[in-house]
């Protein structure tokens, strides 16, 4: 079959153009993926949440990974939801992951890579908190806006949903709480996660013990 040269250069114009836009794909609206995290995050894991999608994503909802990631938060091929190019849905389901498994399922969380992108975070949030970084320990403390943390000292002191977790405890609820405390995840419950519990507790103003009733399930988010 015969091409002309004005139908070869117009083919190879298209071409060129749809490479260029595959490129170039554009990242989400900032005001977009601010409002999702706001939405469907608790408050103590916002900035954390903000962070740890640009360090996946760079804010980029159209992103694939090497191994078949997508979306602003990296989510693995078959993981459920909706049109993972959805700023909403990405999110949502991103939210849901963290509350039934904590950060443990990104790497830019586990690795620590997060803490490069927690002022970018924050500007994205409009400031909606701030991280502390301890070099001595590398761990990431949350300081919530005194609402939220007056908020929990209002509850009344006792067992959350869960009952209360303390000293010598281990599994999936005491490494949720490692992982929202900003301390070393092993599901261990011992002196260095009872350090990073009173932590919280002192910051939150509820009750100090070391232990995680339901005032400190609140600082720290825990369903």
């Known amino acids: 079959m015969r091409v002309s040269r004005f139908g070869l250069a117009a083919v190879t114009v298209l071409v060129m153009v749809a490479a ?9 609206s900032a005001s977009d993926v601010g409002s999702a995290i706001k939405t469907y995050f608790s408050p103590s894991q916002q900035l954390i949440a903000a962070a740890v999608m640009l360090a996946e994503s760079s804010g980029n909802r159209f992103a694939v990974g090497p191994n078949g990631e997508k979306g ?12 993972w190019t959805n700023v909403y849905c990405n999110v949502r389901t991103a939210a849901a992951m963290e ?3 904590g950060w443990l399922p990104w790497a830019t969380f586990t690795s620590g890579k997060f803490r490069e992108f927690l002022g970018e975070a924050a500007g994205l949030l409009g400031g909606a908190g701030t991280l502390s970084v301890s070099t001595s320990s590398g761990s990431v403390h949350h300081r919530h806006r005194h609402h939220h943390a007056s908020g929990c000292a209002g509850l009344r002191p ?7 977790l303390q000293r010598g405890d281990r599994g999936f609820l005491v490494r949720q709480v ?8 092993d599901g261990v419950f011992g002196s260095r996660t009872a ?16 232990k995680v009733g339901r005032q400190t399930a609140c600082v720290l988010g825990l369903r």
């Open 20 to 28: 260029l836009m595959t490129t170039f794909m554009p990242a989400a």
């Open 72 to 83: 602003l938060f990296q989510l693995m091929a078959g993981t459920p939801g909706c049109d």
């Open 99 to 101: 509350a039934a498994q």
């Open 158 to 164: 006792g067992r959350a949903s869960f009952g209360v």
């Open 178 to 185: 490692q992982a929202r405390a900003g301390t070393h995840v």
């Open 195 to 210: 350090a990073a519990v009173r932590r919280a507790q002192e910051r939150g103003g509820v009750f100090v013990d070391a």
